[in-house]
């Protein structure tokens, strides 16, 4: 099957206890706000549990609903427009829009309820596009089930930590310590913390069971040259650096980008100024640090290996949730570089420059993408320095502003340069094979 809705008896049952799961879920968090005289909410929780057990007994019953066929022929047609560029754009502008909404609305996400509500419609999303075959190809792969289960482990420390830094931040701004300082009471090793490892030791090793028993080893045939798969993907916590190969040569997405990577992690405590926020939960008094460090493991991590699990599809071409991975699916694509632009489009000459003196052709010919690669790393910092970002610049001082700085730039020099791919597709700024130094 190559698209639209296809439900077995098998599908049907495994839907029916995803949403009876749901209901139970639900059923939890009612009974937990009866119990605290909430019963307004706990009579609202109840009602949406038995939606959800209508949607099981449906599908125990083999009369579920199912996704309408023309909503994933839209999506796919959506994602395809332009050349097949539409899709990564869209992904990326959705997660970067999706960030800005976090922290722009904590105050209203951080509260237990709409945290509530928005897991009820991820679950019955989820539900009802299990019932196209794409995806369900997808999601239910051996290989991808862990992946699944990273989002909504993320998802949840992600807003259980931005909900302890906004009941914090109420209680500073009302002169009260936070939550953290009325729990400094130490525990003892021994029988506390050493009973806790082993009562989580023991449901960790039952999970892997159940999980073991559940879904079969991913193994594939010993390798060989003679066949390769399509795609051929590293381990998920390699996806992101192979997603960079996208928009960077090897050097640079698997020695530069990594390095800088573990570089500004170790850098983090020696350029850090601020003495606020140690020890407990809190935005207001951290916000430029959280903003940066959650963009960076969200946007620009998370998000980069659901991308490579989910909708890079043979020859690692992007692939909409909902479409078929054909593995004939050809995408017209030019790689045009700066130096292209510039010489041939803009100027309209010959892109070949002469050789003058000590200076190879290659050096004229690239020298727009040099001076665009210097003025960003060399530049921006001290122009950064003077206007928007000076009062942290007299604060932090010179050393340890323009590290912090060289950090942040080659940190958003990748959705830069995603985006200069995907609207305009420019392959290289500096492109100079005669040496294989390209960026």
């Known amino acids: 099957m190559h698209g639209g809705s296809d439900l077995n008896p098998t599908v049907e049952f495994g839907l029916g206890w995803f949403y009876l799961v749901a209901v139970l879920l639900n059923v939890g968090y009612s009974v937990v706000l009866s119990r605290r005289n909430n019963v307004p909410a706990a009579t609202a929780w109840a009602a949406v549990a038995c939606v959800f057990l209508v949607h099981a007994l449906l599908y125990f019953l083999d009369i579920g609903p199912t996704l309408p066929r023309k909503f994933g022929d839209y999506t796919t047609q959506v994602m395809g427009m332009y050349g097949g560029q539409m899709g990564p754009i869209l992904y990326v502008s959705l997660a970067v829009v999706g960030f800005i909404l976090l922290y722009r609305f904590r105050k209203t996400i951080a509260q237990p309820h709409v945290a509530w509500l928005l897991l009820n419609l991820s679950l019955l999303a989820a539900g009802w596009s299990m019932t196209n075959y794409n995806f369900r190809l997808i999601v239910t792969k051996e290989d991808n089930v862990p992946i699944v289960m990273l989002i909504y482990s993320v998802a949840f420390f992600t807003w259980l930590g931005l ?3 906004v009941v914090n931040d109420e209680r500073m701004a009302r002169g009260e310590p936070p939550l953290e300082k009325l729990e400094d009471e130490k525990v003892l090793v021994w029988p506390d913390l050493v009973y806790t490892e082993l009562i989580c030791m023991i449901i960790c090793t039952v999970l892997l069971v159940v999980w073991a028993v559940a879904l079969k080893a991913p193994l594939e045939q010993p390798a060989t040259s003679a066949k390769a798969p399509n795609p051929s993907k590293a381990p998920w916590y390699f996806l992101g650096l192979q997603e960079m190969l996208v928009y960077y040569d090897p050097w640079m997405a698997g020695i530069v980008l990594p390095l800088m990577i573990m570089a500004g992690l170790i850098a983090i405590p020696y ?23 959650q963009f960076g493991f969200l946007v620009l991590w998370v998000t980069l290996i659901v991308l490579g699990t989910f909708l890079r599809g043979p020859n690692w071409n992007f692939f909409g949730p909902f479409e078929y991975w054909d593995p004939h699916k050809v995408l017209p694509l030019n790689n045009i570089n700066l130096s292209d632009y510039f010489w041939l489009y803009w100027l309209g ?3 070949e420059r002469p050789e003058w003196g000590p200076f190879p052709g290659w050096f004229f010919r690239e020298l727009p993408g040099i001076l665009v690669v210097l003025a960003y790393l060399f530049l921006l910092p001290p122009l950064m320095a003077r206007t928007l970002m000076r009062p942290l610049f007299v604060r932090m001082g010179f050393l340890r502003f323009m590290v912090m700085m060289v950090l942040l730039l080659f940190m958003a020099s990748l959705p830069i340069k995603m985006v200069l791919r995907s609207t305009l597709n420019l392959k290289y700024i500096v492109y100079i094979p005669e040496i294989f130094f390209n960026i």
């Open 349 to 351: 000459t010959n892109r």
């Open 271 to 293: 350029i850090d100024f601020n003495q606020k926020g140690n020890g407990y939960f809190t935005f207001d008094q951290r916000k430029f640090a959280i903003l940066n460090f």
């Open 163 to 165: 909900r302890q830094a």
